[in-house]
């Protein structure tokens, strides 16, 4: 399609994920009118709206007067537990105004990593949304210490999205998209790998997440086969103009056949727990022939897993190759490694498959060069 039939696409989305980040959300006295009236608009329209939001590190700062984003782990959660409070209330007095109700859903990471929880998650934002409330989801930074350290909201928008089923997730800014090294909107995105060179830090300590993180989480959510356009925050109408059609911020397009949800949810949900470092030949039957990993292509491991956690596969250069599921712990595969698969029951005293890691639990996330 051409770029102008792409965007008129955007019309027939049903279920939108619309994360704002803290910078864009504080700015000029703060936005909360105008995201809630953007969103309003949306429900009204028929359209169900998920509002991934930050905001309350910030907003605990302002209450608690400190000059600086906390680098103390505990201060951090009293600022997040401060300014969440806040935070609901100009939203609840935002959506009020416009008759919408909203309900606060504060996720930490094992809630999308466990996969029952994240089943009664995803129940329970469904019947809000059917509902016609907005579910506004924040990390709950009190208590999520990697989180805060490492975490941000775009990441969590983008598993979000899959968490809810949406069709469309927009990341709203403070710049009108992606601009290229000329300071000029980028309208089209075919392939992230396109926009990596241009992408800059952010000039404050506001947020944590700044243009690559987002760029970051479009390409997961492009993976799994949604459509992700960045824009403009101050735009009082972005939302509505890029449903419309119109050729605002910057759209970037799925890439390639999408994963299937389990599949995502492994390669770009779960934390790995661990590393399994690989030979040349496992790397090429990985990368060529989706293989399953066996014992023999095994060199070392890394990390204390256990049977069904998530493992980060790499080469022995150190390049991540593959995100998988192990079906032995790391001390069994250990004794494994660089054997023949009938010789596991003799090496660790059972045998539940041939393989270490199988192909149907396996997610390339380096593709063949």
């Not at 102008?4 to 864009?24: F, M, N, P, Y």
């Not at 775009?154 to 979000?160: E, K, T």
């Not at 399994?276 to 491991?301: F, K, M, W, Y």
């Amino acid at each position: 399609m051409t770029g102008e039939q792409t965007r008129s696409a955007l019309r027939d989305t049903k279920r939108i994920v619309v994360k704002i980040g803290s910078r864009a959300l504080c700015a000029d006295g703060g936005r909360f009118a105008q995201v809630a009236e953007q969103l309003a608009s949306q429900v009204k329209a028929g359209r169900k709206v998920v509002l991934v939001s930050s905001g309350a590190v910030a907003a605990g700062r302002e209450r608690l007067g400190l000059t600086e984003r906390p680098k103390k782990v505990a201060l951090l959660q009293a600022a997040a537990a401060t300014g969440q409070s806040l935070l609901m209330r100009a939203y609840e007095d935002a959506f009020e105004a416009r008759g919408i109700h909203v309900a606060q859903v504060l996720l930490t990471h094992d809630v999308v990593s466990d996969r029952d929880r994240y089943l009664h998650a995803r129940g329970a934002i469904d019947e809000l949304l059917k509902l016609g409330v907005v579910p506004i989801i924040n990390e709950n930074d009190t208590v999520s210490i990697d989180e805060l350290r490492f975490g941000d909201n775009d990441q969590l928008a983008a598993m979000v999205c899959t968490l809810v089923g949406a069709d469309l997730l927009v990341l709203l800014s403070d710049v009108e998209g992606v601009l290229d090294d000329r300071g000029i909107r980028i309208s089209l995105v075919h392939d992230v790998k396109d926009i990596e060179g241009f992408i800059r830090p952010p000039v404050d300590d506001v947020g944590l997440g700044g243009m690559q993180s987002k760029v970051e989480a479009a390409r997961r959510a492009t993976l799994h086969g949604l459509p992700v356009a960045i824009g403009p925050a101050t735009s009082a109408d972005f939302l509505q103009k890029l449903l419309d059609g119109e050729d605002v911020g910057t759209l970037l397009l799925p890439h390639g056949s999408p994963l299937p949800s389990r599949k995502h949810w492994i390669g770009y949900t779960l934390k790995p727990q661990g590393h399994i470092v690989v030979d040349d030949g496992a790397c090429r039957a990985l990368q060529r022939r989706n293989s399953s990993l066996l014992p023999a292509g095994v060199v070392s491991v890394t990390g204390a897993f256990k049977v069904g956690d998530a493992v980060s596969i790499v080469s022995e250069s150190g390049v991540e190759l593959a995100r998988g599921l192990a079906r032995y712990d790391a001390s069994d595969i250990r004794l494994l490694a660089g054997g023949h698969s009938h010789q596991i029951a003799e090496r660790v005293g059972s045998h539940v498959g041939d393989e270490i890691v199988h192909r149907d639990d396996i997610v390339l996330t380096k593709k063949r060069s």
